[in-house]
């Protein structure tokens, strides 16, 4: 399988007809804070002091060839440079997928302009995404496409409830990071998690305060109507 990219909407084999020579996907790093106790060799470790281990953004590098180059001149060789970094430049974070990674997608973007050489029989590209730490599932929890279900990462569960009074359920996130759910509710109820009681407004939101932990989140939902949540698992 030829490997392509794309990158808010467009992938450089169907739209550029560009080769991916090759790609680095580099994984992110962990945000230690540590102290030394005074007077001696123990190092405390307060990264999760907060709840949970952050990372740094990671980098995902790709080297491009110009495949069209013999039958192009200098001029229409720089042309379509030009078209390839206004397609990359503008604008901040977008969704960028690799065929060498199915099923996800990365919220990525390039700072820096891409660097561009020129060989007597091709042209090549080398572009820089700097990338949301976490690669996300293309499928939202819940989703019932069996065609698309991953055996290896995927947890078939229910995502959608309907509550008469009060109900009690189990949001599994099987990623590795906290994630924050769109909740979908036809009316307003109150969500009682880890000891907090978060009001849900009817309509579409995300409860940034409602942070789905990895493993088993255990819910209680009060009040009368459909409630459904949206969210994604993200891993390294």
Same mark, same amino acid.
């Given at each position: 399988m030829m490997r392509d990219v794309s990158f808010i909407g467009k992938s450089f084999l169907n739209d550029f007809n560009c080769i991916v020579k090759s790609g680095k996907i580099g994984n992110p790093s962990k945000n230690k804070l540590t102290e030394q106790v005074a007077f001696s060799n123990i190092i405390?470790?307060?990264s999760e002091l907060y709840g949970m281990q952050t990372y740094t953004e990671r980098t995902l590098? %790709? $080297?491009i060839n110009l495949v069209d180059f013999k039958n192009?001149?200098?001029?229409e060789l720089y042309n379509l440079e030009t078209k390839i970094n206004n397609w990359l430049m503008p604008g901040m974070k977008g969704n960028l997928t690799d065929t060498? $990674?199915?099923g996800f %997608?990365?919220?990525a973007e390039v700072q820096s302009g891409p660097d561009f050489e020129v060989f007597k029989q091709n042209g090549e590209l080398t572009v820089e995404f700097i990338a949301y730490p976490f690669k996300i599932s293309e499928i939202e929890e819940g989703d019932e496409c069996w065609d698309s279900f991953s055996?290896?990462?995927?947890f078939a569960q229910f995502t959608s409830y309907q509550i008469n009074g009060s109900k009690e359920i189990s949001l599994w996130n099987v990623g590795v990071n906290n994630v924050s759910p769109t909740i979908d509710a036809s009316q307003n109820m109150t969500i009682q998690l880890n000891g907090s009681s978060i009001?849900?407004?009817q309509g579409s939101h995300i409860y940034y305060d409602l942070d789905l932990k990895p493993g088993e989140?255990?819910?209680k939902i009060l009040g009368d109507g459909l409630i459904e949540f949206h969210f994604r698992k993200e891993l390294i």
């Open positions: 405390q470790d307060f590098e %790709y $080297v192009l001149d200098e001029i060498f $990674v199915p %997608y990365f919220e055996l290896e990462h995927g009001k849900i407004n989140n255990k819910l």
